[in-house]
Each structure stands twice: as C-alpha cells, then as structure tokens.
C-alpha cells in the first residue's frame, strides 16, 4: 500500500483515463455501461457483507485506488482513531487529509477491501478505482453508493 495525496490521486486517475470533476474528483465516462445504485444499510455486519459482495465486481489482478474524499459529516458514527492507527500499522502516519488516498497493488486487493471497509462502516465518501478505467465503486456519506463497470456486472443480491 502506498498512501498519496489529492494532487497525486488526481494524476494517477488522469494517467489512467479517469476524468476528474470541477471538485477535483474522479468521474469516470461509463456512458453506456452498466451500473448499480445501492442503499448503505444500517447494521454493521449487512455492510460488510455488502462490501465483499460489491468488490466481486472489482477485477482481480488489478491496481486499486482508494481515495477517501469527505468524512466527519457522521462524527458520533466514526472513530477516527481507529483508522489513524489501522494507517498507522502500514507505516502512514500523515493525517488522512494530506494522504487521502491509497494505492494497492495486485496481491494487496485484501488491503484495499479492508480500507474501503472503514469507508462503509463510518459512511465516508470514498472512491474505489482501477487501473484499467473499468469499474467505480462509490460509497456517500448519505447511505447510498453506486457501482458502474465496462463489464457485465454479477447479479448481486444487496437485500
């Protein structure tokens, strides 16, 4: 895992054909792709399980970018200090707002699920990202998410 920062998250995205929006955000072209809209639900145990079931869609084998954009809207449904030392434990000790993003090589696709965890559990905006342009995994803040791909999407039962 390598943590980097916003400007380094946007030129990665933009090395890899991923636009940025006018906020500095990722916005990938899945014009004519299909998508998935999700509703983030309240019990902790059915999130994960969501998780693991919505990274079935991420292809394996592939670059993860993890890039944590908004948290603290929720604060008494976080704890901060658990990420800070969770980061802590991979040698990141940069606060999460001047590294807010993460990258994963291909054999650290369990470390990326567990980071886009801490995204789902608190309901942080998070943005999970390819290398190959291929698929965008969301989660809002607002207990929603959405999933967009290239390729046929699995049918995933989220209830």
Do not use: N
């Not at 999970?128 to 999407?153: K, M, N, Q």
């Amino acid at each position: 895992m390598r943590a980097i920062t916003k400007t380094e998250a946007q030129e990665w995205c933009r090395s890899h054909d991923i636009a940025i929006d006018d906020r500095g955000l990722p916005q990938p072209d899945f014009a004519e792709t299909q998508g998935l809209d999700f509703k983030i639900p309240e019990d902790t145990g059915q999130r994960i399980a969501l998780l693991h079931k919505l990274f079935r869609s991420v292809p394996p084998e592939r670059e993860i970018l993890v890039w944590f954009d908004d948290w603290g809207v929720w604060p008494s449904g976080e704890r901060k200090h658990m990420f800070e030392r969770f980061r802590d434990s991979y040698g990141e000790h940069r606060w999460l707002s001047d590294a807010p993003g993460y990258l994963f090589a291909t054999a650290e696709r369990k470390d990326a699920i567990s980071f886009a965890a801490f995204a789902i559990l608190f309901l942080w905006d998070c943005h999970v990202l390819t290398d190959i342009a291929d698929t965008w995994l969301f989660f809002s803040h607002d207990e929603i998410g959405w999933l967009c791909s290239r390729s046929p999407l699995p049918v995933l039962v989220l209830a």
